[in-house]
C-alpha cells in the first residue's frame, strides 16, 4: 500500500447515552477538555433522523448502517409476528452486521471495545472485546479472539457489571456513584493496555457509565424538576458531571496514545429527559376508548395464586415480591400470559403493546394478525385516524394541556408494508414531564394509571451527540443533525472502504470530505 492511498486510522470513543445539551455545555465550561479539543479542532453537532423514535437498537442501527425498516426492532418486548405472544428481542439477535464485518479479508486491523449490542465478528484481524463493561449486559463476555477474554481477567480482575437500581437510597446511590468512577477509570486502563499491543485502522471504544450514572443521578442534579427530587448541596449533586469528567479524562489519555493523524469521532447515543412510564394509561386509552375489548366473564372462575396476590397484596408489597422473587424470564412470561389473555381479540380493532415510555400501537387487521377484524385499505385507514384523532385529544389535567408530543406512522417514518413488518403501525410520543401522570383527561373517559414495577423519573431523548477532527474531517463548527444511518457509510467512506448495498445511508458531507469516499 502507497503513501498516496494510505488512510488515516479511524477512532470512534462513545458515551453510552451522552446527553448532547450536558456534554456541549459542560465541553464549553471547561469540565470535559479532551471532548472540547475535538469541537475545537472539527465539527460537533447532534444525532437523529427517524431511527431516533425510541432508544432500543440506536447502536446496532449507528454501527451497521440498517434501518428498522429491514430489522424490524423496536423494544426489548416485541409481538412475535403471527400471534398475539410477546417474546423478548435484543439487538444483538437481529444478524446485523457492524460496519467493522466489511473488514473481512482486508489488510485492517480493528480493536473493538464494548460496542453494545455487537457480538465479535470472526474473520478480523485485530481484537474484539464484547459485553465487558457495558450498561445492563444480556450476554456474559466473549471476545475474539477467544484468548483475550482470559488475558483481561488476569489483568484487570473479573468482569464489574453495575445494574441500575430504581428504588435505591441515599446509600446506595452513594456506593454506586464511586463503583462508576471506579470502573470509568478502570475501563480506560484496559483500553490503553489492549490499544498499546499494536497499531490498529479502526478503534471502537464505549463508556457505559453514562448511561447508568444518568438514570441513577438524575433526580440529584442542580436543575432536577422531578417528584423524586432530591434537596443539594450534597456529593451527589454534580454526580452525572462527575461521571462525564471521568469519562473524558480517560478520552483525553487515550488520545494521547493514539495516532496524531487518526479521524476520531467522539459520539454518544441518546439523549436523556424528564419522563415517567405511561404503560397503564396507554393500555386504558385502548380499553375506554373501545378499541381493545375485555374477554365475557364466563360461568366459571379459577383464580390462581398470582391473582390472589393482585388482589390482596398492596401495589408496593407485589412489585417488591415480584422484583425480589421472580425472575426476569418469569416476570416476561407472566406479563405475555396476561396480555394474551385479557382479551377478545375477535372484537378488538387496536391494542397496545406493553412498553414503559414510547408507546407502541397496533391494528389489529386481517391476514396480518391470527384474529385480525380490520379490513386492509379503506378500513384500516379509519382506524389509524381515529387512533390519532383520540391520543391529539388527550390533556394532562395538572397543566391543561396535550398529553401526546407526536404520533407516527411507521408506513410514513420508515416506509415499511404494514402487512409484513413487524413495526407497530403508530409509535406514540408522550410530552416529556416531571412527574408520574397518573390521570389523563379525554372527552370520552378519564384514563388511569397506577405506579408500575418498572418506575424511572427519566428516558431517553431523541438526539445523541457527534463531534470529529482530523486530517479527513472538513467540518468545522456546528453542523446540522446527522441521521444515525449515515454514520456508518461516513466512517467506511474514511476507512477508503466501498459502502454495501444494504446501508441506506450515505457520508455525511458536513464531515467527510468528498474525497475520501
Known amino acids: 500500500m502507497t503513501l498516496e492511498t494510505k488512510k488515516s486510522p479511524l477512532v470512534i470513543l462513545s458515551l453510552d447515552a451522552g446527553d448532547p445539551d450536558f456534554i456541549e455545555r459542560w465541553a464549553k465550561e471547561g ?58 428481542v435484543t439487538a444483538a439477535d437481529l444478524g446485523v452486521r457492524p460496519f467493522w464485518s466489511h473488514l473481512q479479508g482486508k489488510e485492517k486491523k480493528v480493536a473493538i471495545l464494548d460496542a453494545p449490542d ?10 474484539q472485546l464484547c459485553d465487558w463493561a457495558v450498561h445492563n449486559p444480556l450476554f456474559p463476555p466473549s471476545a475474539e479472539p ?27 446511590d452513594r456506593q454506586l456513584y464511586r463503583q462508576l468512577l471506579e470502573r470509568v477509570e478502570k475501563k480506560g486502563n484496559l483500553c490503553r493496555h489492549l490499544l498499546a499491543k499494536d497499531s490498529f485502522d479502526l478503534t ?49 489519555l487515550l488520545l494521547l496514545q493514539l495516532p496524531e493523524d487518526a479521524n476520531v469521532f467522539i459520539i454518544s447515543s441518546v439523549g436523556l429527559h424528564d419522563q415517567y412510564p405511561y404503560r397503564g ?16 366473564p364466563s360461568g366459571k372462575q379459577s383464580f390462581s395464586l398470582m391473582d390472589l396476590a393482585r388482589k390482596v397484596l398492596p401495589e408496593p408489597v407485589r412489585v417488591a415480591l415480584s422484583q425480589r422473587l421472580l425472575s426476569r424470564e ?89 402487512m409484513r413488518s413487524p413495526l407497530p403501525d403508530l409509535f406514540v410520543e408522550w410530552q416529556p414531564v416531571p412527574y408520574f401522570v397518573e390521570r389523563l383527561a379525554h372527552p370520552k373517559a378519564e384514563l388511569v394509571q397506577k405506579k408500575p414495577d418498572f418506575f424511572r423519573g427519566s428516558d431517553h431523548r431523541q438526539n445523541g451527540f ?27 467512506s474514511l476507512m477508503g472502504e466501498p459502502i454495501p448495498e444494504g446501508m441506506t445511508g450515505k457520508p455525511v458531507e458536513d464531515i467527510a470530505q468528498k474525497s475520501a469516499s
Not at 443539594?232 to 452525572?240: C, Y
Not at 415510555?357 to 385507514?381: C, D, K, M, Q, W
Request: hydrophobic residues 35%; aromatic residues 10%.
Open 330 to 418: 418469569k416476570r416476561e412470561g407472566l406479563l405475555a400470559e396476561q396480555f394474551r389473555n385479557s382479551t377478545n381479540w375477535k372484537k378488538t380493532t387496536a391494542f397496545a403493546t406493553p412498553s414503559a415510555y414510547t408507546s407502541f400501537l397496533r391494528v389489529n387487521l386481517r391476514s396480518r394478525e391470527p384474529e385480525g377484524i380490520v379490513e386492509p385499505g379503506a378500513e384500516f385507514e379509519t382506524i389509524l385516524q381515529r387512533l390519532e384523532a383520540d391520543l391529539m385529544q388527550l390533556t394532562d389535567p395538572k397543566t391543561g394541556k396535550p398529553a401526546v408530543k407526536q404520533v407516527v406512522r411507521s408506513r410514513e417514518l420508515f416506509g415499511c408494508d404494514p
Open 466 to 492: 457527534i463531534a470529529a477532527a482530523g486530517p479527513s474531517i472538513q467540518g468545522r463548527g456546528a453542523i446540522a443533525d446527522v441521521s444515525l444511518l449515515d454514520l456508518a457509510p461516513t466512517f467506511l
Open 31 to 88: 469540565y470535559l477538555p479532551a471532548i472540547a479539543s475535538i469541537m475545537e479542532r472539527g465539527c460537533w453537532g447532534k444525532t437523529g433522523g427517524a431511527e431516533a423514535i425510541c432508544e432500543h437498537g440506536v447502536w446496532a442501527i449507528l454501527f451497521s448502517g440498517n434501518s428498522r425498516r429491514q430489522h424490524g426492532y423496536h423494544y426489548f418486548r416485541q409481538l412475535k409476528p403471527g400471534t398475539y405472544d410477546l417474546e423478548t
Open 146 to 172: 477467544s484468548e483475550l477474554l482470559q488475558e483481561v481477567r488476569q489483568v484487570f480482575g473479573p468482569q464489574v457489571n453495575i445494574d441500575e437500581k430504581l428504588e435505591s437510597g441515599w446509600a446506595e
Open 204 to 252: 471502537v471504544a464505549v463508556f457505559a457509565e453514562s448511561h447508568t450514572g444518568g438514570h441513577q443521578f438524575w433526580k440529584y442534579r442542580p436543575d432536577a424538576r422531578g417528584s423524586e427530587k432530591v434537596a443539594g448541596p450534597n456529593e451527589l449533586t454534580n454526580g452525572i458531571r462527575d461521571i462525564y469528567q471521568a469519562i473524558d479524562r480517560e478520552i483525553g
Open 118 to 127: 455487537i457480538h465479535p465478528v470472526p474473520g478480523l484481524t485485530g481484537i
Open 281 to 296: 394509561l396507554i393500555e386504558d386509552f385502548c380499553r375506554k376508548l373501545g378499541y381493545q375489548v375485555s374477554p365475557e
